[in-house]
Nanobody, 125 residues
Framework: QIQLVETGGGSAQAGGSLRLSCAAS????????MGWFRQAPGKEREGVAR????????YYVDSVKGRFTIAQDNAKNTVSLQMNSLKPEDTAMYYC??????????????????WGQGMQVTVSS
């Protein structure tokens, strides 16, 4: 059974930084992609960043470009999200997601099968 365990998160002031990590387990093969989604109260879940673990391509939503960095860590099947220059509008529940299918891209929440439990990120002004 594939499991995603998220660590990090918490609170920061505007302009500050936080780092999220996600470790995947339960699959002996190569993961196709891992990514981060977020959902603020009253808003739809949106994709924030994702990485193709087989090709290396990364993607960011426009609102975080230049501030957030997703990377595959040295540990196998672990990715991090470094969040710098945080803004109050970054406040949300952040979820790690993954896919092992060759067709997976972690682009849309409804098509991404594996999820972490979520972590709260709160940025105060």
């Amino acid at each position: 059974q594939i499991q995603l365990v998220e660590t990090g998160g918490g609170s920061a002031q505007a302009g500050g930084s936080l780092r999220l990590s996600c470790a995947a387990s339960g699959w002996d093969g190569r993961y196709k992609c891992m990514g981060w989604f977020r959902q603020a109260p009253g808003k739809e879940r949106e994709g924030v960043a994702r990485i193709d673990l087989r090709g290396g391509d990364v993607y960011y939503v426009d609102s975080v470009k230049g501030r957030f960095t997703i990377a595959q860590d040295n540990a196998k099947n672990t990715v991090s999200l470094q969040m710098n220059s945080l803004k109050p509008e970054d406040t949300a529940m952040y979820y790690c997601a993954a896919d092992v299918r060759s067709t997976g891209d972690c682009a849309e929440s409804r098509r991404t099968p594996y999820w972490g439990q979520g972590m709260q990120v709160t940025v105060s002004s």
